[in-house]
């Protein structure tokens, strides 16, 4: 199982994020456990001083940015 943290405070950007993965994780058919990280002192532990962030198995996959549907599923896989 997956273990997904999307990291931000809460913005719009954060937000899509989120549904974006759940989306992929979906088409993936994969089995995965979504956290959302809003916490502040949480989101800098990462290293991440940018967001949304997202984390995959306890890696920072991508900063700063929402990425493509083509590029979250391959981060998931």
Do not use: F, H
């Amino acid at each position: 199982m997956k273990q997904i943290k999307v990291l931000g405070p809460g913005c719009p950007k954060c937000e899509k994020l989120k549904k974006d993965v759940e989306a992929a994780a979906a088409e993936l058919g994969i089995q995965y456990e979504l956290e959302k990280v809003s916490e502040l002192q949480q989101i800098m532990q990462y290293g991440v001083m940018v967001t949304p962030a997202l984390v995959v198995d306890g890696e920072v996959k991508v900063v700063g940015k929402v990425p493509s549907m083509t590029e979250l599923k391959k981060m998931l896989s």
